[in-house]
């Protein structure tokens, strides 16, 4: 493409402005999706070399970490010792909840949870910083701040969930074993789905994140206990509201063999995969939309 | 070529303001309102105007950060509003404000993720680099975290990050501002040096006219999201109505001089300061002075650039 703008001037055209600036535009959602990942990896990548080089610094916080989210558990152990059901569910029962839950939310919070600030980026201006960069903005605001220290809780809810398999009594089929890893990879987008799509919210309201606070932590605590101890309104809330329950609470009565106490039909407790997918595309909307406000289109 | 393009561009605001105890009153404020004009490849273009005049609200539509509420944009060949992105390859911006740079991260780690996010090729990503870091003297910053850098040596490092990918224009959103004279002068001759050298156009923004006299050729003054002069330097005295200044030392101190041609603004002792058109020569009126009163010294004061826009503002706001 010959362009008269780049002859302008005395300029020795080795060093011209504008000589790098012809590179395609990403096109198409497998390119647009593609590139969004390699920038959110790029700037994940870089937070990681950048917190590394205080080694001794990141192994204290992340034993900090894995030290107060143990500590989280001994709560439920404790309460055993009272009792030898909770809901009608066994401690390895609720081990199961507990463990799919934590890693649900520890991975999403360590993926995407950055996104939560940013309230504080709008405010301070640095949305426009990355808005003037060739990359994704929710990319950008996803990656910000990564840090590994982020990995305690998901490694202790992997522990728990380890231990409550040895302890459970399950009979296991293929489809049981098979919905083990199903339901971790569709929780953590699922969550990750939540924070996003609350997040959004602040484009519009600034104090918005604690509304997201709710659903994200207080979300995860839930899940923790059996959908026999909460009112039916409430489980059926995270069917058909903020799908909170196909994180695990669905995909577990399958596992465990329980009753629906909905008594639902039984494909929904294979439906995890596309309450995610729901999930995830619902938050994008939200995230463009507000972005969208953010600039100023369409109104 | 031109390389902007601004075509009755428009931007409104709706302003929500509380009335009484439960009803919310909307406004609708103009930021900009009609705005035309464009700058060639290679110029060096001063915008300025009052606080709220509606400059930063411009940049953020060339930046693409913003969308207009009206009227047609176009920058380095491409919509701003709808290529963002294709946009952020072929620009580099500079806040004063705040840095574009990752804030924790050493300067050298910004740059480099800078290279993959822009995808500059490995061989002009080094020359690039090595030419700022010369220039804008960073060897010795180079492993410092943004956040310990000082103002003066944050500002140069943003510089250095806004072209490491040749972008075609820059943009500057009060470059210099905080800055001591050292880094002030540094922070210009950099950009006289990027300007002339690499062709890349500049438009910045700025309350320190001592940027606009030492780097621009071409002014733009704008107030209530309106262009009120557009032109050279020379002719920002004429359209500002400037005027020159004539101080006279008397003999002794009398009454105010009468003179055709000039008006005393200030009496001072045996002083009288006499005001002139600019255009004026003074020859005429010192003559005249000099025919009638016992004159011990005199002088003549060139209008102050301060002055002129500050008078060029104070007229807007009236009219």
Known sequence: MADPTLAAGPVDPAL??????????ERGLTARTRWA????????????????????????????NLVVTFLDFVVVILMFRHTDQLGGWTL????????????????????????????????????????????????????????????????????????SLTALDVSWTWDRALLVPVLLVCGTAIFAAIFVGFAALQFWWGEAKEIQNAFTYGGATVLHYPPTVFA??????????IPLAFVNWLPALHILDRPDPLGLPA????????????????????????????????? | MALIELDDVRRTFTVR??????KREKREVRAVDGLSFTVQAGECVGY?????????????????????????????????????????????????????LWWDLPLRDSYELARRIYRIPER???????????????GALLDTPVRQLSLGQRMRGDLAAALLHDPRVLYLDEPTIGLDVVSKSRVRDFLREVNRDRGTTVLLTTHDLTDIEQLCDRVMVIDHGRVVYDGGLDGLHAAGESERTLVVDLAEARPPIEVAGARVVKVEGPRQWLAFPAQQSAAPIVAAVADRYPMVDLSVREPAIEDVIARMYAEVAIG
């Open chain 1, 16 to 25: 011209a402005a504008g000589a790098n600036d012809l590179l395609p535009t």
């Open chain 1, 37 to 64: 990942l390699r920038a959110w990896w790029l700037t994940a990548a870089m937070w990681t070399r950048a917190i590394m080089s205080y080694r001794a610094s990141f192994v204290l916080m992340l034993a900090a």
């Open chain 1, 92 to 163: 390895a029962e609720l081990g199961f909840l507990y463990g799919t839950s934590g890693f649900a939310l520890g991975m999403a919070n360590l993926l995407v949870g950055s996104v939560d600030g940013l309230g504080e980026r709008i405010r301070a201006g640095t949305l426009d910083t990355m808005l003037i960069r060739p990359a994704p903005a929710l990319a950008q605001v996803c990656a910000e701040r990564f840090s590994l220290r982020r990995l305690g809780r998901p490694a202790q809810a992997i522990a728990v969930l380890a231990w």
């Open chain 1, 232 to 241: 039916k309104e409430l489980v059926a809330g995270t069917v058909f509201g």
């Open chain 1, 267 to 299: 494909a929904f407790q294979y439906a995890s995969p596309l309450a995610a997918v729901l999930a995830l595309v619902a938050a994008g909307l939200a995230w463009r939309a507000g972005l969208r406000a953010y600039r100023g289109t369409g109104s």
């Open chain 2, 17 to 22: 303001a509380k009335v009484g105890r439960l």
């Open chain 2, 48 to 100: 300025i105007g009052p606080n709220g005049a509606g400059k930063s609200t411009t940049i953020k539509m060339l930046t693409g950060i913003l969308v207009p509420s009206g009227g047609r944009l176009r920058v380095a060949g491409v919509d701003p509003a709808r290529e963002r992105v294709a946009l952020a390859r072929r620009i580099g911006v500079v806040f004063g404000q705040r840095t574009t």
């Open chain 2, 124 to 138: 002009r990503y080094r020359t690039n680099l090595e030419r700022c870091v010369e220039l804008l003297d960073l």
